[in-house]
């Protein structure tokens, strides 16, 4: 009876995610114009979030340069053309990030702390300006035009980055790769006395991370058909992944989904209902999670899980 139970524990987390994604993929199917835009804003967080966890979450360095590789799979997709399909878009912006973040990781990932955050966040700023020097100073134009791609189709580009990247966090975190980053976090001189190659393992996992980053974004791009830099580089986007993280908790697998999808829809509602009042009322939810919650949603749903197992052993005696 207690391996059954152990059992179960082991695959209700899969197992609901499975049957969330099959509803997932039939929800065009009856949903509303306007609530098939706000899911894929929905999964578009989520894919930032749990992309940012991706690297941040077991190495313990605290990049603030998500809006920095989204913004470039932005500009990829402008920077491609008007007659190319998605897949290509999305393709490319993934490729792109990628490869910036290669270069980027293989020179700041010996930074640690405040000082590799805030180099992060300046990269945001220095892509974004550069695009603004370009566009204004040899171009001549600002902003671009990218292909319009229908509603529905955004929606499932969106779902099927998700589900790549899911699969590909639980292949990490299961592997002996996910264990290099993890002995990374707790003690990174101890992990490389080891046999760990922590410069290769830091600056591949940051590189995947920004290709699922570019990858939303170039999906992004197709849904508001005109970006500048200022639209694609903001810089609340590098925030925002983590607060979600927090927000969710990041102990365990499904923490930063829950986060991004709660706090996003949280988002989209006081931001459509209380426009002069939204940064103030997220900024006191923050606060209260923080300060309350800090396990995130993830902490306060174990807690009730173990009052509700000392209270049925109660019982029992």
Known sequence: MKTARVGLRKWWVPGLLLLILVLLAGLPRFASLYNIVLVSSILMYIILTQSWVLFSGPTG???LAPAAFFGVGIYTAALLGLKLPLPVFVVAGGLASFCVALVVGALTLRLRGIYFAIFTFGLVQLIKNL?????FSLTGTRGRFVVLVANNTIYYAMLAVLVLLLIT????RRS?????LQSIGENEEAAAHTGVNVTMVKVLTFAISA???????AIMATRWTYVDPYMAFNPLRSFMPVLMAIFGGMGQFYGPVLGATVFAYLEETLL???PYHYMLLVGTILVITIVYLPGGLV???QKGRRAISRRGQNANT
């Open 272 to 274: 459509t209902k209380f």
């Open 299 to 301: 902490g306060l749903l």
């Open 169 to 172: 966090t639980y292949l990490i």
């Open 131 to 135: 695009l603004v020097w370009y566009e």
């Open 176 to 180: 002996r790769y996910g264990l290099a």
């Open 61 to 63: 360095y605290i990049s």
């Open 211 to 217: 290709s699922f980053m570019g990858a939303a974004g």
